[in-house]
């Protein structure tokens, strides 16, 4: 396992691309989760996605329930109609903090590192932690609220 860097600039290709899913979990997709898993750690993070480490993958990590998380093309089937505004933070933004309102609650739909399909319903801190990690599958950082 290994801490890998963490790449930085709200104008960087691959923090602004759509990360390719992942066609099956292989023991090179298990290799990056536990390089994700000591990255996040090291900068005591909430959650991480692949394109934050430079890999263009659907691979994100999200603290739920006080445990970090890794999730395989995760997707969000149902959001709630209420929401509320956080200040979020980015490990890829160091020293920028950004008001992002969001819904409350989500469930969601992921592949876990065993290849099973999961499906959970997450609210407050831990429904905001997987958006925010989400959008960085999908290209968008917390500047693009603003």
Known sequence: ?????????ENTEVLRAV????????????KLIKNMEETVKNAEGLGLAAPQIGQSVRVCLVMLYGKMTPMINPEILWKSEETSVMTEGCLSLP????????????????????????????HDLD???????????NGVLIVDYT
């Open 19 to 30: 990360a390719a899913p992942v066609s099956q979990v292989t023991k090179e997709v298990i």
């Open 95 to 122: 020293k920028i903090e950004v008001d992002v309102e969001r819904p409350v609650e989500v469930t969601i739909k992921y592949t876990d590192k065993k290849g099973q399909e999961q499906e959970r319903r997450l």
């Open 1 to 9: 396992m290994a801490i890998l860097p963490i790449i930085k600039g």
């Open 127 to 137: 429904a905001k932690v997987m958006q925010h990690e989400l959008d960085h599958l």
